[in-house]
């Protein structure tokens, strides 16, 4: 190719490079958990400038360690607006009036709704990318992501049957994250035995009758509250068919991030545990 042609070619290129940094966004606020954590892994250096308050929180995020640098901010429209950002990540069930408010003051608004399934991560990955100008960066980590899912959620020889339990007797059905994360690491879920297909009740004397082979325990939260009495029940001590795991469901099975890999290695060591029993 020619020097007069190569010249040109080049300087276009430069010059489009240079407009898509132009028009990624330079001062990010993020007001929601999940859109924290996603921030804090695609963003370019100095590009997120302040988190919600849960993002310092290690028992709700995961990324905890990494947020400390950044200032927090209370998710409220008017200190938001104060940071001047040309860019707010929030999530679908981020109070109306304060997304609105920001929208009104010509604030660009980003939603994020929360991921029901592990094949919604890639999609919120990418989401982010776009959002943040950080296209590239977000193919990697999709990539990466459904290489190592691959790897942990391969076909066991057997699925052993599993209740995930909560405060409240509270359980999750296939069609959720915390479902889906279950069924990956290579458990059946017996919340479908009980006809739950998303989250609700799963009552003791049910969850009993179900005699499940595993019982994955929700966090049992400092202090005490009668809605925690069915994490320590007798009837839990007396099923002797069953292995009460313990408290998996934390921080890396909330938000759609590549987090919940920990999760799904977590519930997929269990399982070859229990292989060895």
Not at 161 to 186: E, F, P, W
Request: glycine share 8%.
């Amino acid at each position: 190719m020619r020097a007069s042609r190569v010249i040109p070619l080049v300087a276009a290129l430069v010059l489009t490079g240079a407009a898509v940094l132009a028009d990624a966004p330079q001062r990010v606020v993020s007001v929601n958990l999940c859109t924290d954590q996603l921030g804090l892994m695609l963003a370019s250096p100095g590009q997120l400038i302040s988190v919600s308050k849960l993002a310092h929180d290690p028992e709700s995020s995961s990324m905890a360690d990494a947020a400390q640098s950044l200032p927090v901010n209370g998710s409220g429209a008017e200190e938001v607006f104060l940071l001047n950002p040309d860019l707010v990540l929030a999530g679908t069930f981020t109070a109306d009036a304060t997304v609105q408010m920001l929208r009104d003051l010509g604030i660009r608004v980003e939603l994020f709704a929360p991921a029901s399934s592990l094949a919604d991560v890639p999609a919120r990955i990418a989401q982010m990318g776009v959002a943040l100008g950080r296209q590239s960066e977000a193919r990697a980590m999709i990539d990466a992501f459904n290489a190592e899912l691959a790897e942990l959620s391969k076909a066991p020889p057997r699925r052993p049957r599993a209740a995930l339990y909560y405060v409240n007797s509270y359980t999750m059905g296939d069609r959720t994250l915390a479902g889906d994360i279950l069924r990956a690491g290579g458990f059946d879920n017996v919340a479908s035995e009980a006809g739950m297909t998303y989250g609700g009740t799963l009552f003791l004397e049910q969850l009993v009758m179900l005699s499940p082979e595993v019982i994955v325990q929700g966090r049992d939260y400092p202090g005490q509250a009668r809605a925690e009495d069915n994490l320590e029940h007798p009837a839990l001590a007396r099923l002797t068919n069953s292995r009460v795991a313990g408290t998996l469901t934390d921080r890396d099975w909330i938000c759609g991030t590549p987090m919940v890999l920990n999760a799904v290695r977590e519930m997929r060591d269990l399982r070859l545990s229990m292989e060895q029993d």
